[in-house]
């Protein structure tokens, strides 16, 4: 397996615009997770799928974001419309189970101008 | 808040020489992970020491854990230039979520 796998890498954008991030997950992993990274907050989780269904989005910061897992092997997340606070590394990993080691993609480096 | 903090948040050491990072926690947990952040890369996984474990070795890596104070420590001994990361703990505390802390940013000088 290629391992997860996160596009676009880089990603720049001007305020307002819609902004979709792309991810596949490790095949056979039932849990998919999205983080933010930045300087000041450090690595949240954003939201977390089991089995392609959300379970707590409640590291969502607000309505402008949105993630989807329409199957197995595919998740996306949203922006919409972006703001510059919005820049940030976005990661998506995936495990077997909640408490499993995580996988890591390379992360989307996001940034709003 | 975050569950886990690293210390110290920067260390500097030179080639052959030993790391240390501590992790303290808040709350019980049922395991502790360490993971490697390469600048500008995603995290990787390092090691896993469940609750009832005290010490755990992976190679040049050596993982404890005191539950009764809350705290872990990664040691990576003999350190090489490529050890050069931000190393990060991460818990479960069995309420739905993996939290990782704030890092510990380790510098090894040729």
């Known amino acids: 397996d290629a391992g997860v796998i996160q596009s676009p890498r880089h990603e720049v954008t001007e305020m307002g615009q819609e902004v979709t991030l792309r991810c596949k997950p490790i095949?056979?992993?039932?849990?998919l997770f999205w983080y933010r990274q930045t300087m000041m907050r450090g690595l949240e989780l954003l939201i977390y799928?089991?089995?392609?269904?959300?379970?707590?989005d409640s590291g969502m910061p607000e309505d402008r974001f949105s993630a989807k897992m329409p199957n197995a092997s595919f998740s996306t997340l949203k922006i919409q419309p972006s703001e510059p606070r919005d820049s940030a590394v976005y990661f998506c990993?995936?495990?077997?189970?909640?408490?499993?080691?995580?996988?890591f993609g390379q992360g989307t480096r996001l940034t709003v101008v | 808040s975050q569950q886990g903090e690293e210390d110290p948040q920067a260390l500097s050491i030179q080639e052959g020489e030993n790391a240390t990072m501590n992790c303290s926690y808040k709350?019980?947990?049922?395991?502790l992970q360490w993971y490697r952040q390469n600048s500008g890369r995603g995290l990787v996984h390092l090691i896993l020491?469940?609750?009832?474990?005290r010490e755990k070795h992976s190679g040049r890596l050596r993982v404890t854990l005191d539950t009764s104070k809350k705290s872990s420590s990664l040691l990576i001994t003999a350190s090489r230039a490529a050890d050069t990361a931000s190393y990060f703990c991460?818990?479960?505390?069995?309420?739905?979520?993996?939290?990782f802390g704030t890092g510990t940013r380790l510098l090894v000088s040729p």
């Open positions: 990993a995936s495990s077997f189970t909640l408490s499993a080691e995580a996988f």
């Open positions: 095949s056979g992993h039932d849990y």
């Open positions: 799928f089991n089995n392609n269904v959300p379970i707590d």
């Open positions: 709350t019980s947990i049922n395991n």
């Open positions: 020491i469940r609750s009832n474990e």
């Open positions: 991460a818990t479960d505390t069995g309420f739905q979520k993996l939290v």
